[in-house]
C-alpha cells in the first residue's frame, strides 16, 4: 500500500513539472514599437528564411526592452541564424559565444531551467565598450519578434555602424521542454502496477487459505 501511495505522489509531481513547462512563454516588456530602416530577412545566411514559418512577423519587430521567461521555467535554445553584417559581433550568453566570423549557421546550444529576464549580450566588433545587454545598456539596439504562441523569438542586432538595420546577427531562442513522459504514460503504468498488486494479493490470499 506504501508503495502505491509513493507512486500515486510521483504521478502529481510529474503531471505538475509538465504542467508548468508548457505554461512558460516569452515576454517582452519596455519594448519600443519603431521601426528600423532597413531589415534584410535573407541575409542571416539559411536559405529560404521564412519569418511566417516561425509563426513570426516582421510587423512585430520590437526595439530594446527586456525579453523574459515567465509563467513557469523551461530550457531555452539559442540558434545562430547568421549575419548581414560586415562587422564581427558577438552574441553572448555566460561561457557561450556566437560570432560573425567563425560560428557556424545553424550552431546552437541550450541554458537550463530558465526563468526570468534572459541573460545575454550582444558586443559590436566584439568590443565590450559596444554592448547592448538585454533589459539593460543600449537595449534599443537589439530587435524581438515574437512567434504566436510566444514560445519562440527571434532576437536581431543594430550594431554600432552608422546604418539602423536591425539584421546585424540574428538568433533563434525557443523552448526545449525536457523529455518528460505524457502523463497518459503515468496512468497506464499505475494501472498496470495496481492489476499486477492485486494479482499478487490474491495469490498470496490463496496460498494462506
Given at each position: 500500500m506504501k508503495q502505491i501511495k509513493?507512486?500515486?505522489?510521483?504521478?502529481v509531481l510529474a503531471a505538475a513539472a509538465v504542467g508548468v513547462q508548457a505554461s512558460a512563454k516569452f515576454s517582452i516588456t519596455g519594448a519600443s514599437n519603431a521601426k528600423p530602416s532597413t531589415f534584410e530577412q535573407g541575409a542571416f545566411g539559411i536559405a529560404g528564411l521564412d519569418l511566417a514559418s516561425l509563426g513570426m512577423s516582421l510587423s512585430d519587430l520590437k526595439l530594446g526592452g527586456t525579453l523574459s521567461v515567465k509563467g513557469g521555467r523551461d530550457d531555452v535554445s539559442y540558434q545562430f541564424l547568421g549575419s548581414e553584417a560586415s562587422y564581427n559581433n558577438f552574441f553572448v550568453r555566460g561561457a557561450n559565444v556566437f560570432k560573425?566570423?567563425?560560428s557556424q549557421v545553424g550552431s546552437s546550444f541550450t541554458n537550463l531551467n530558465v526563468t526570468g529576464a534572459l541573460d545575454f549580450a550582444f558586443l559590436s566588433?566584439?568590443?565590450a565598450a559596444q554592448k547592448a545587454v538585454n533589459g539593460g545598456i543600449n537595449a534599443g539596439r537589439i530587435g524581438t519578434i515574437l512567434s504566436g504562441d510566444k514560445r519562440s523569438v527571434l532576437i536581431t542586432f543594430n550594431d554600432f555602424a552608422a546604418d539602423k538595420d536591425f539584421d546585424d546577427m540574428a538568433?533563434?531562442?525557443s523552448f526545449v521542454p525536457a523529455p518528460v513522459p505524457e502523463p497518459v504514460s503515468y496512468?497506464?503504468?499505475?494501472a498496470g502496477m495496481l492489476?499486477?498488486?492485486f494479482i499478487a494479493r490474491r495469490r498470496m490470499g490463496?496460498?494462506?487459505?
Open positions: 509513493q507512486l500515486v505522489i510521483g504521478l560573425n566570423a567563425t566588433q566584439g568590443n538568433i533563434l531562442a496512468v497506464m503504468l499505475m492489476t499486477m498488486g490463496a496460498n494462506i487459505r
